[in-house]
């Protein structure tokens, strides 16, 4: 139950699967743009949780590092292909692109089924006390071993 | 005032009620897609009202027709916070046969906080179409 909620990590790819409502949609039932940015930040959440529960101590050293840190949106390069409409079950894919010592750059894809429909290039930082901080080591190496 | 500052949006009354900003008080990255779309639609809305018969034209020539985001790309600069006052500028960048690259900035006076290049494509029963002549000219005649 509690991993159909987080999805999964496959390959080093983390895949979360969502069922379209009808408030992520705008007046014609097809899917509003911003709410694909929920949806990818869905995604990226899901893919540090089950990080941090395949690695118990990881989540807890990042803690430690980095008190009270949380991960901001610093860029977003998005294409969107195709639409999604009202019920569809769509899928994240969320991948680390480039991790260096204060950013991540992780790409991610909105899919049904076998149809790609978004495409984006997302790179976070991290941020503790308000102020950019460097990524602690063990979240670093959680995320290049999925590369 | 609203013919002046159409793009003037106050973030408290974004913010406060309607679980735009989270705990912190931050504004929520997905909702600068909000605000600058209604950026867009201000800004086609007073070319609209400087030209009233653009708009039946566009409508004569593709009916129901309807602007889609193709692409975006988007500098996260600075947070907006909860009660800011904010100021949406939108330029046309690109004007095309079918589609139309806006760059778009969010500022808190003087600050830049958002930087955007989106490209929109003309949508019409579904399709993509050309964006009918009175539009681009329109548009065209506010590129910098």
């Not at chain 1, 940015?37 to 590092?65: K, P, V």
């Not at chain 1, 079950?89 to 429909?117: H, W, Y």
């Not at chain 1, 006390?129 to 670093?140: M, T």
């Amino acid at each position: 139950m509690t991993a159909s909620l987080n999805g999964e990590i496959r390959d080093g790819r983390h895949h979360m699967r969502l069922r379209v409502y009808l408030e992520d949609t705008d007046a014609g039932q097809i899917v509003y743009h911003a709410s694909f940015l929920r949806f990818m930040e869905r995604g990226r959440t899901n893919y540090l949780r089950l990080l941090g529960t395949n690695q118990q101590e990881l989540l807890a050293e990042a803690q430690e590092d980095a008190p009270g840190f949380a991960f901001v949106v610093r860029s977003m390069k998005i294409d969107f292909l195709k639409s999604a409409v009202l019920d569809d079950v769509l899928e994240v894919v969320t991948v680390p692109e480039e991790v260096k010592g204060a950013s991540i750059t992780l790409f991610q894809e909105c899919r049904r089924g076998t149809d790609l429909l978004v495409t984006a290039s997302v790179r976070v930082a991290l941020i503790s006390g308000g102020k950019a901080q460097r990524i602690p080591r063990a979240l670093r190496l959680a995320m290049q071993a999925d590369k | 005032m609203i013919l002046h500052r159409p793009n003037e949006i106050n973030v408290l009354g974004l913010s406060s009620n309607n679980g735009k900003s989270d705990f912190s008080g931050i504004v929520y990255h997905a909702n600068y897609l909000r605000f600058m779309e209604r950026g867009r639609t201000n800004y086609l809305r007073l070319l609209g009202a400087d030209q009233r018969a653009l708009f039946d034209e566009a409508e004569t020539e593709a009916p129901g027709f309807a602007f889609v985001v193709r692409a975006m790309q988007l500098e996260f600069l600075r947070p907006a916070h909860m009660d800011d006052l904010l100021d949406v500028v939108t330029r046309p960048l690109e004007v095309r046969g079918a589609s139309i690259t806006l760059h778009q900035e969010i500022r808190r006076g003087a600050i830049l906080l958002l930087e955007a290049d989106v490209k929109v494509a003309f949508v019409s029963g579904g399709r993509a179409r050309p964006i009918p002549r009175a539009l681009r000219v329109a548009m065209k005649a506010d590129q910098a």
